[in-house]
C-alpha cells in the first residue's frame, strides 16, 4: 500500500510564498515521475508540475517562473516552492505519484486560499 501525505497549504495575501511538501511511503518500486496537480471549484484538476526520478521539471504555463518543483528521491519526497501568488491559484493541491508500472498515486490534497 502507497500512502502520500501532503502539507503546506494555507491562506496567504497575492505575492506571498508557500511550500508544499508530499512524502510518499508503503511498498514504493520503480518511481517514474512524482508531481503536483490542483483543482479549483467548478473546474478539472490540472497538472501544476511534475518531476522525473531524474530530476527533468515540466510546469503549467501558467505557473512558469513562479513555481518551483523538486524532490529527495532517498526520501520519497517530493516539493513545490510556489512565490508571487495569485489569487487564480487559489485551488486544492493534489500530490500524485506515479510508477513506470503504470499505478497511478493521489494524495488527500491540501488547500491553497491566495487573496487578492
Known amino acids: 500500500q502507497v500512502q502520500l501525505v501532503e502539507s503546506g497549504g494555507g491562506l496567504v495575501q497575492a505575492g506571498e510564498s508557500l511550500r508544499l511538501s508530499c512524502a510518499a511511503s508503503g511498498s514504493i518500486f520503480g518511481i517514474n515521475t512524482m508531481g503536483w496537480y490542483r483543482q479549483a471549484p467548478g473546474k478539472q484538476r490540472e497538472l501544476v508540475a511534475g518531476i522525473t526520478t531524474g530530476g527533468s521539471p515540466n510546469y503549467a504555463d501558467s505557473v512558469k517562473g513562479r513555481f518551483t518543483i523538486s524532490r529527495d528521491n532517498a526520501k520519497n519526497t517530493v516539493f513545490l516552492q510556489m512565490n508571487s501568488l495569485k489569487p487564480e491559484d487559489t485551488a486544492v493541491y493534489y500530490c500524485?505519484?506515479?510508477?513506470?508500472?503504470?499505478?497511478?498515486?493521489w494524495g488527500q490534497g491540501t488547500q491553497v486560499t491566495v487573496s487578492s
Open positions: 500524485n505519484l506515479k510508477l513506470f508500472t503504470s499505478l497511478n498515486y
